[in-house]
Structure formats: C-alpha cells, structure tokens
C-alpha cells in the first residue's frame, strides 16, 4: 500500500505565480466566470474549404488522440485522408471507429523510410500531418532509447521520403512541443518563440525528441525545400485523450466519483502548471498553418492561460458540485519536472488570425462526457 500525501502538505505558494495571476495569465476557479467572459464571442480563423477539398491528406499516427481529432476535421473540409497506422495483434482502431469507411489506413511503422516512401508514392498526398511519435513524457523516463528511436529516427525516415518523393507536396506539419522549453525561468513567462528570451532546456528525453523533431523540419526545409511547418504544442486535451494524462486521470476519476466507485482523488504534483488547449483548436492551428504556407519556423500553439494541476481538480469539483478529498501518490512525481508552461500566443494570431474558441470549462465537461460513455476505460491505474 502506498502512503498517499494529503494535498494541503504538497501546495506550495509562489509568488511568481501571483503576480502572473495578476497580470491574467493564470486561471483561477474562484474567478472562473470573469476567464469565460473573454470566451464569449470570440473568432477564429477557420480553414478555407475550397483549399482543401479533394486534397490527399496522410496523417502519421491516425489512431492517436490528436490524430483522429485531425481526421475527423480534414475529412468535414472534403479532403481524401489517409493515415498510418502500427500494427497490433489485436486492432487498437477504438480512436477512429467512428470514421470506418470514410478513411484509408495504411499500415506502417514510421521509423521503416522505404514503407514511408512507398506510401508516398502510392498515394501521392498534397498536405502530410506528422503526429506519430510517443506523446507520453514518462514514458522517455522509463524507455528512453526506445523514444529516441520512433520520435527521432521516425521523424528523419518521414523528412527523407519527403524529400525523395518530391512531387505535389504541398506541407508537412510536424507536432512539436512546449516540453522543448522545459525548465522555464518564471521570470521569462509567458514563453514566446524567441529561442533568445525562451531557450530550450528540456528536462526529459520526450523534450528532447522533439527539440529533435523541429530542428529536423527545419533542416530539411532549408536544406532541400521540404515545406515544414513548425507547430510547438502546449498541453491539448478532450475526448478521447490518453487515460494517463494528468486531465484523462482527473476527468475519470470525476466520473469514479460521480457513480460511487471511488471517495477521493490521486494525483501527483499539483503545483505543476500548464497551458491547455482544447484539441479540436490545436488540430485547427495544424491545418491554418498548413494552409497560410507558414515555413520553416515555429509557432506556439496555446491558450496563453495557465492553470496548476491542483485548482484544475478545484475546478473540476465546482463544475460536478463533488466535495471529495485530493491526495498525492509520491510515486505519480517524476523524476524531473517541468513545472511552468505558458505560452503566448501572438504570433500565430498575427500571422493567421487563429484563436482558442473553447474554454477549459469544455475541456473539462467534454473529457468527462467521453469517460462516462466509455466505462471500460474507468478503474485502470496507469502512470
Ligand atoms: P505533459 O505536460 O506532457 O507531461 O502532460 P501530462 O498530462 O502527463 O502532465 C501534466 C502535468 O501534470 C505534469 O507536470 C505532471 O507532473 C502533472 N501531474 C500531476 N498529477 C498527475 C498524474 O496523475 N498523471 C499525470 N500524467 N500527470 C500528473
């Protein structure tokens, strides 16, 4: 049995964090109804339909959770899609089971460059969305080389096809992260693309892959022509998010609560703070930046909100009126955290007009929704 630590001994109060609280960059549940007022009315630009109608689209890692989002948005602006898929004895098409017939799959494992390329050729895709890639940080804790492998080598095997393949491609969207910038100073948040106020210092392998990822975009941009675009994600999250995820454990543990299977949440670090994203306005920047031809460098993909792990459960509990006590397992803290992340989002709003529409009110209520109807994914720990 593990010692579980009540939240109140964890907390820890900073006053970095109150001022950027101050300045409106942090979400507070107490002052929940003044951060959705800014929702109201607000704008975005959305893809142009008849740029993508009959594209051939191929999404690397279609079954994935941003991945079948993206399926699902391509496939509503007319574009032919195509994704990769690993295989496994047993089908794990859960993600995308509701797009059946409406998709080609292609089977392909994305460090393999002659599958790769003999997809290319077969298909001969206009727009390639690059999202294959192990998403989970503690996972690089645990399987480190493993990570390297498919996020790094896969992500050269996909430039080098591309290059190779060379005809009619029109952009290739590689997903990379805020966990490049990891161990943010607090004094130089929020965080911009500017690596000379904003280094990266990743503090996992996962952060490093990706620092990887981009440099390799922009390689093969600069060097041979390769239209990369460069998208450096912060935290996205709703349906169908990965059940290890800090919102997934906290969104089905509402839902444990809610149906009397559990009387407390368990989390780990609740003083972590993180810039989330609903999903379906992440994929939304992928396809915009795709479009708008915004090559070679990088634009962060953020609400420019953050919000600590401890008052989204605070959060979460006023949303579902639940009254349960919050408790860390020592053994959810990792061996080295990122505990600051907000991003600003100006560039990609000047350059492209895209905003987040959705607040962290539907991030959380849809997150919940999709556990409710899916009860096979409830009483698993995973971490
Ligand atoms: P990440 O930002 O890509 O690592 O996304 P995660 O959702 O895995 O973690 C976000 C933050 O939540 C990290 O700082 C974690 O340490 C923190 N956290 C707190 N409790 C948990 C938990 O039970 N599971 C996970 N995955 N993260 C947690």
Known sequence: MIDLIPLEKVIKENPRVEELEKQGY????????????????????????????EKIVLITGISGFAGSHLAEQLLDLGCEVHGTIRRHAVPMYENIEHLRGNIFLHEADITSA?????????????????????????TSFREPVRVTHNNIIGTIKLFEAARRFNSGLESLQVACSSE?????????????EDLKKNPFRPRSVYGISKCATEQIAWLYHNSYGVPSIISRGFNHEGPRRGIQFVTSVIHRQIVEILENKRDKFVIGNPNAIRDFTHVKDTVNAYIILSEKKKFGEPFNVCSGKGITVADYVKLAKKIYNIDADVFIDPQRMRPSEVPLLIGLNDKIFSETGWKPVRSIV??????????????????????
């Open 114 to 138: 002659e599958r790769i390329l003999s997809i290319f050729e077969e298909i001969q895709p206009n727009a390639v969305f690059h999202l294959a890639a192990e998403s989970f940080v503690p």
């Open 180 to 192: 490049q910038y990891g161990l943010v100073d607090p004094r130089e948040v929020p965080v911009t």
């Open 362 to 383: 539907e991030i959380i209520k849809e997150g919940v929704e999709y556990f409710q109807a899916h009860p096979e994914m409830l009483g698993i720990e995973a971490h």
């Open 26 to 53: 942090i979400i507070k549940p107490e002052k929940i109804d003044s951060y959705l007022e800014d929702f109201k009315g607000r704008t975005t630009t959305l893809p142009n339909k008849e740029y993508w109608n």
